[in-house]
Nanobody, 119 residues
Framework: QVQLVESGGGLVQPGGSLRLSCAVS??????????MGWYRQAPGKERELVAL???????NYAASVKGRSTISRDNAKNTVYLQMNSLKVEDTAVYYC???????????WGQGTQVTVSS
């Protein structure tokens, strides 16, 4: 059974930083062959992509976080990270980790971690 466990969320003041982690276990595929990404969902809004890391190492970021966030991965530890800096109130959301294998229906979500940016 695939499990994704996020951590690192919490309450932070505007301008602060957080580092989210997502540890993956139980996958039948090696992490270096899979895409890994972070999504978020704010109250009353749809879930949206924050950042993704493809198996080839390329990355993409939402315009709203580009320049303030960095996605990275440690395939040996089956873990993906999201470093978020200069946090804004509008970054407040539940952040979800997702992993997938391109060309298959193999994809899994984590349970989410709350990030609240408030003074």
């Amino acid at each position: 059974q695939v499990q994704l466990v996020e951590s690192g969320g919490g309450l932070v003041q505007p301008g602060g930083s957080l580092r989210l982690s997502c540890a993956v276990s139980g996958s039948i595929f090696s992490m270096n062959t899979m895409g890994m990404g972070w999504y978020r969902q704010a109250p009353g809004k749809e879930r949206e992509l924050v950042a993704l890391s493809r198996h080839d190492g390329s990355t993409n970021y939402a315009a709203s976080v580009k320049g303030r966030s960095t996605i990275s991965r440690d395939n040996a530890k089956n873990t993906v990270y999201l470093q978020m800096n200069s946090l804004k109130v509008e970054d407040t959301a539940v952040y979800y980790c997702r992993v997938w294998k391109v060309g298959t229906g193999y994809a899994y979500w984590g349970q989410g971690t709350q990030v609240t940016v408030s003074s």
